[in-house]
Protein backbone atom coordinates (compact mmCIF):
# COMPACT_ATOMS: atom_id res chain seq x y z
CA UNK A 1 0.00 0.00 0.00
CA UNK A 2 0.99 3.87 -0.71
CA UNK A 3 0.50 7.03 0.15
CA UNK A 4 -2.31 6.91 -2.71
CA UNK A 5 -4.29 4.19 -1.50
CA UNK A 6 -4.06 5.33 2.01
CA UNK A 7 -5.06 8.98 1.24
CA UNK A 8 -8.41 7.01 -0.75
CA UNK A 9 -9.22 5.09 2.79
CA UNK A 10 -9.17 8.48 4.38
CA UNK A 11 -11.49 9.94 1.99
CA UNK A 12 -13.72 7.64 2.55
CA UNK A 13 -13.44 8.19 5.67
CA UNK A 14 -13.57 12.12 5.86
CA UNK A 15 -17.13 12.52 5.97
CA UNK A 16 -18.49 10.61 8.67
CA UNK A 17 -15.06 11.60 10.93
CA UNK A 18 -15.68 15.25 9.99
CA UNK A 19 -19.57 15.25 11.16
CA UNK A 20 -18.80 13.42 14.54
CA UNK A 21 -15.66 15.49 15.15
CA UNK A 22 -17.52 18.60 14.98
CA UNK A 23 -20.09 17.75 17.05
CA UNK A 24 -17.63 16.91 19.59
CA UNK A 25 -16.94 12.99 19.78
CA UNK A 26 -13.14 13.23 19.01
CA UNK A 27 -13.20 13.59 23.36
CA UNK A 28 -9.10 12.60 23.32
CA UNK A 29 -8.28 15.23 20.47
CA UNK A 30 -9.88 17.74 22.08
CA UNK A 31 -9.74 17.03 25.86
CA UNK A 32 -6.13 15.60 25.69
CA UNK A 33 -4.09 15.46 22.51
CA UNK A 34 -4.44 18.87 21.14
CA UNK A 35 -4.46 20.89 24.28
CA UNK A 36 -0.76 19.29 24.89
CA UNK A 37 0.15 19.71 21.90
CA UNK A 38 -0.76 23.44 21.85
CA UNK A 39 1.31 24.27 25.14
CA UNK A 40 4.30 22.86 23.88
CA UNK A 41 4.06 24.56 20.63
CA UNK A 42 6.76 27.56 21.01
CA UNK A 43 4.96 30.93 19.40
CA UNK A 44 4.46 31.27 16.26
CA UNK A 45 2.68 34.72 15.61
CA UNK A 46 3.85 35.86 12.31
CA UNK A 47 5.44 33.08 11.37
CA UNK A 48 4.76 30.83 8.37
CA UNK A 49 3.27 27.68 8.79
CA UNK A 50 2.39 24.23 7.39
CA UNK A 51 0.06 21.61 8.75
CA UNK A 52 0.51 18.57 7.44
CA UNK A 53 -2.52 15.79 7.07
CA UNK A 54 -5.22 18.80 8.13
CA UNK A 55 -8.09 16.65 7.77
CA UNK A 56 -11.44 18.97 8.36
CA UNK A 57 -8.86 21.20 9.28
CA UNK A 58 -9.93 22.05 13.03
CA UNK A 59 -6.27 22.26 14.49
CA UNK A 60 -5.07 24.40 11.27
CA UNK A 61 -7.65 27.11 13.08
CA UNK A 62 -6.47 26.92 16.37
CA UNK A 63 -2.63 27.24 15.38
CA UNK A 64 -3.82 30.09 13.06
CA UNK A 65 -5.63 31.73 16.22
CA UNK A 66 -2.11 32.01 17.60
CA UNK A 67 -0.80 34.12 15.04
CA UNK A 68 0.24 32.30 12.04
CA UNK A 69 0.48 32.63 8.82
CA UNK A 70 -0.76 29.03 7.66
CA UNK A 71 -1.04 26.99 4.73
CA UNK A 72 -2.51 23.30 4.82
CA UNK A 73 -2.44 20.29 2.93
CA UNK A 74 -4.60 16.53 3.26
CA UNK A 75 -4.64 13.76 0.30
CA UNK A 76 -8.32 13.31 0.74
CA UNK A 77 -10.65 15.75 -1.56
CA UNK A 78 -12.91 15.52 1.32
CA UNK A 79 -11.25 16.59 3.87
CA UNK A 80 -10.10 19.91 2.05
CA UNK A 81 -13.45 20.42 1.23
CA UNK A 82 -14.88 20.70 4.50
CA UNK A 83 -11.74 22.35 5.79
CA UNK A 84 -12.05 25.11 3.02
CA UNK A 85 -15.86 25.30 3.89
CA UNK A 86 -14.94 26.25 7.25
CA UNK A 87 -12.57 28.60 6.33
CA UNK A 88 -15.17 30.67 3.82
CA UNK A 89 -17.60 30.53 6.97
CA UNK A 90 -14.76 32.23 9.35
CA UNK A 91 -11.80 33.59 7.89
CA UNK A 92 -8.49 33.58 9.21
CA UNK A 93 -6.16 33.53 6.25
CA UNK A 94 -5.60 29.40 5.74
CA UNK A 95 -4.88 28.24 2.28
CA UNK A 96 -5.62 25.06 2.18
CA UNK A 97 -4.39 22.93 -0.57
CA UNK A 98 -5.36 19.04 -2.17
CA UNK A 99 -1.52 17.34 -1.86
CA UNK A 100 0.29 14.40 -0.38
CA UNK A 101 2.76 15.00 2.00
CA UNK A 102 4.73 12.34 -0.13
CA UNK A 103 5.35 15.22 -2.47
CA UNK A 104 4.22 18.60 -1.14
CA UNK A 105 3.84 21.34 -3.53
CA UNK A 106 6.28 23.89 -2.27
CA UNK A 107 9.27 25.49 -3.10
CA UNK A 108 12.39 25.01 -0.85
CA UNK A 109 12.84 27.28 2.69
CA UNK A 110 9.11 28.16 2.25
CA UNK A 111 8.15 27.66 5.69
CA UNK A 112 9.33 28.82 9.63
CA UNK A 113 7.24 25.71 11.22
CA UNK A 114 5.15 22.53 10.02
CA UNK A 115 3.03 21.03 12.45
CA UNK A 116 1.36 17.20 11.64
CA UNK A 117 -1.43 16.55 14.56
CA UNK A 118 -1.91 12.65 14.37
CA UNK A 119 -0.97 12.48 10.90
CA UNK A 120 2.38 11.25 9.88
CA UNK A 121 1.87 7.49 11.34
CA UNK A 122 -1.17 7.26 8.55
CA UNK A 123 1.63 7.73 5.32
CA UNK A 124 3.82 4.29 4.51
CA UNK A 125 7.01 6.44 3.07
CA UNK A 126 7.69 8.07 6.16
CA UNK A 127 11.00 8.91 5.41
CA UNK A 128 9.93 10.60 1.84
CA UNK A 129 7.76 12.74 4.07
CA UNK A 130 10.30 13.90 6.70
CA UNK A 131 12.41 14.34 3.95
CA UNK A 132 10.21 16.44 2.24
CA UNK A 133 9.53 18.57 5.50
CA UNK A 134 12.90 18.97 5.78
CA UNK A 135 13.28 20.65 1.93
CA UNK A 136 10.27 22.84 2.89
CA UNK A 137 11.66 23.99 6.19
CA UNK A 138 14.24 27.27 6.43
CA UNK A 139 17.29 26.77 8.38
CA UNK A 140 16.27 27.01 12.35
CA UNK A 141 12.74 25.78 11.61
CA UNK A 142 10.74 22.91 13.58
CA UNK A 143 8.48 20.69 12.67
CA UNK A 144 6.38 19.51 15.57
CA UNK A 145 3.99 16.24 15.33
CA UNK A 146 1.38 13.87 17.39
CA UNK A 147 1.37 10.42 16.58
CA UNK A 148 -0.17 6.99 18.75
CA UNK A 149 2.39 6.07 21.27
CA UNK A 150 4.03 3.19 19.31
CA UNK A 151 5.12 1.61 22.58
CA UNK A 152 1.48 1.59 24.15
CA UNK A 153 -0.27 1.45 20.80
CA UNK A 154 1.58 -1.20 18.96
CA UNK A 155 -1.16 -4.32 16.61
CA UNK A 156 -2.13 -6.11 19.96
CA UNK A 157 -3.37 -3.91 22.42
CA UNK A 158 -5.95 -4.87 25.61
CA UNK A 159 -6.74 -2.72 28.00
CA UNK A 160 -7.54 -4.44 31.18
CA UNK A 161 -9.91 -3.53 33.29
CA UNK A 162 -11.64 -4.30 37.51
CA UNK A 163 -15.08 -5.28 38.08
CA UNK A 164 -16.14 -1.80 37.51
CA UNK A 165 -14.84 -1.41 34.35
CA UNK A 166 -12.26 1.03 35.49
CA UNK A 167 -8.69 0.34 33.34
CA UNK A 168 -5.86 -0.85 35.60
CA UNK A 169 -3.39 -2.29 33.43
CA UNK A 170 -2.07 -2.09 29.54
CA UNK A 171 -1.48 -5.56 27.40
CA UNK A 172 0.68 -4.79 24.60
CA UNK A 173 2.20 -7.02 22.14
CA UNK A 174 3.63 -7.93 18.16
CA UNK A 175 5.75 -4.70 18.85
CA UNK A 176 8.49 -5.29 16.03
CA UNK A 177 5.47 -6.20 13.54
CA UNK A 178 5.01 -4.67 10.30
CA UNK A 179 1.34 -4.25 9.73
CA UNK A 180 2.04 -3.23 6.24
CA UNK A 181 -1.62 -1.14 6.18
CA UNK A 182 -3.34 -3.81 7.46
CA UNK A 183 -7.07 -2.21 7.60
CA UNK A 184 -7.92 -1.60 10.82
CA UNK A 185 -12.08 -0.70 11.78
CA UNK A 186 -12.13 2.02 14.25
CA UNK A 187 -15.07 4.91 15.10
CA UNK A 188 -15.19 7.51 18.06
CA UNK A 189 -15.97 5.38 21.26
CA UNK A 190 -17.65 8.45 22.75
CA UNK A 191 -20.22 8.70 19.88
CA UNK A 192 -23.76 7.75 20.46
CA UNK A 193 -25.17 4.06 19.49
CA UNK A 194 -27.45 6.00 16.88
CA UNK A 195 -24.44 7.35 15.31
CA UNK A 196 -23.01 3.85 15.13
CA UNK A 197 -26.00 2.72 13.22
CA UNK A 198 -26.17 5.28 10.81
CA UNK A 199 -22.83 5.95 9.68
CA UNK A 200 -20.35 3.59 8.54
CA UNK A 201 -17.06 2.66 10.67
CA UNK A 202 -13.79 4.05 9.97
CA UNK A 203 -11.52 2.04 7.95
CA UNK A 204 -7.67 2.82 9.25
CA UNK A 205 -4.48 1.43 7.26
CA UNK A 206 -2.23 1.09 10.01
CA UNK A 207 1.35 1.67 9.53
CA UNK A 208 3.33 0.67 13.11
CA UNK A 209 6.82 1.67 13.58
CA UNK A 210 9.02 0.66 16.47
CA UNK A 211 9.81 3.95 18.46
CA UNK A 212 13.41 3.22 17.02
CA UNK A 213 12.27 3.54 13.59
CA UNK A 214 11.18 6.86 14.32
CA UNK A 215 13.82 8.42 15.96
CA UNK A 216 16.66 6.94 13.34
CA UNK A 217 14.34 8.10 10.38
CA UNK A 218 14.44 11.61 12.21
CA UNK A 219 18.06 11.55 12.52
CA UNK A 220 18.81 10.18 9.24
CA UNK A 221 16.54 13.19 7.88
CA UNK A 222 19.22 15.65 9.28
CA UNK A 223 16.36 17.01 12.02
CA UNK A 224 18.02 17.56 15.26
CA UNK A 225 15.60 16.45 18.26
CA UNK A 226 14.11 19.19 20.60
CA UNK A 227 11.34 18.11 22.42
CA UNK A 228 9.07 15.23 23.64
CA UNK A 229 5.89 14.70 25.50
CA UNK A 230 3.61 12.01 26.51
CA UNK A 231 0.19 14.00 27.40
CA UNK A 232 -1.24 12.17 30.42
CA UNK A 233 -4.99 13.62 31.37
CA UNK A 234 -5.81 14.76 35.08
CA UNK A 235 -7.99 12.64 37.24
CA UNK A 236 -10.63 15.27 37.05
CA UNK A 237 -10.53 15.28 33.36
CA UNK A 238 -11.07 11.38 33.22
CA UNK A 239 -13.70 11.41 35.87
CA UNK A 240 -15.63 13.79 33.49
CA UNK A 241 -14.96 12.00 30.42
CA UNK A 242 -14.60 8.30 30.22
CA UNK A 243 -12.62 7.67 27.21
CA UNK A 244 -10.05 9.22 28.85
CA UNK A 245 -9.46 7.21 31.63
CA UNK A 246 -7.36 4.58 29.61
CA UNK A 247 -4.49 7.50 29.00
CA UNK A 248 -4.05 7.67 32.73
CA UNK A 249 -2.24 3.75 32.75
CA UNK A 250 -0.06 4.52 29.55
CA UNK A 251 0.41 7.18 27.42
CA UNK A 252 -1.90 6.87 24.28
CA UNK A 253 -0.03 9.70 22.77
CA UNK A 254 3.37 10.68 21.91
CA UNK A 255 4.77 14.50 20.93
CA UNK A 256 7.67 14.75 19.27
CA UNK A 257 9.38 18.04 18.10
CA UNK A 258 12.45 18.54 15.66
CA UNK A 259 14.36 21.53 14.06
CA UNK A 260 16.55 21.67 10.93
CA UNK A 261 19.92 23.08 12.00
CA UNK A 262 20.71 26.79 11.49
CA UNK A 263 23.17 25.95 9.00
CA UNK A 264 25.28 22.97 7.58
Given at each position: ?????????????????TR????????????????????????V????G????????????L??R?????T????????????Q???T?????????????????????????A?????????????????????V???????Q?????????P????????E???????????YF?????????W?????????????????????????????N????T?????H???????????????V???A????Y?????????A??
Open positions: MNHLTAGEYWNRNAEAWLARAGHDVLRDQLNTPAFLASLPPAGLRLDLGCGEGHNTRVARGASMAVDIAEVFIRHASEERAPLGISYRQASAVELPFPATEFDFTAFMSLMDIPELELVLAEAFRLRPGGFLFSILHPCFNPHRHVCRDERRPFALEVGDLDTKGRVHEFFGDAAQAARERLPTFQIPRFHRPLNEWLLLVAGFRLEFAEPCPSEEAARIHHLQDLVAAFLHIRVRKPSG
